[in-house]
């Protein structure tokens, strides 16, 4: 199960680095206000969530939702996610992770995992969650 937060804001990051301040300003305890140790540098409406104003990057969306996807489905299937990367032909790097490449041709390998789970229904959402991620970049 995962924990969800709250997105930052404007406003939350301003509390959280005026609360680090207060505190001292040690680094080393910058963790325990999420990190916030500077001012926010652009402006805006304080409630909106900063990743209005500032996106992620393209690079970190797909590592982070292929990776994601992945994992789960290793977690579900760890044969299918094992035979679907073999026949792929494709390697983690040695964190055991994709580098860009590798995930743009893991979408691209769709119809191997098809042909490794046709009788797996659980396997069919994870089909239905990667087509539509890889119809979001085509798009983009």
């Not at 046709?118 to 239905?128: E, K, Y």
Request: proline letters at 4%.
């Amino acid at each position: 199960m995962e924990i969800k937060g709250s997105f930052r804001t404007i406003k939350s990051i301003t509390e959280n680095t005026n609360l680090w301040q207060q505190s001292g300003g040690n680094i080393t305890k910058a963790k325990d206000f999420k990190n916030c140790i500077n001012i926010p540098l652009i402006n805006g409406d304080e409630e909106t969530p900063v990743l209005k104003y500032i996106p992620p990057p393209e690079l970190h969306l797909l590592l982070g939702v292929v990776q994601k996807l992945f994992d789960c489905l290793e977690l579900e299937n760890t044969n299918v996610a094992t035979e679907w990367i073999k026949k792929a032909g494709l390697k983690l790097d040695h964190y055991g992770k994709y580098n860009a490449n590798n995930a743009r041709q893991l979408l691209k390998k769709l119809d191997i995992l098809k042909t490794i789970s046709p009788g797996i229904n659980i396997l069919q959402c994870f089909l239905h969650s990667i087509k539509s991620f890889r119809v979001v970049l085509v798009k983009h």
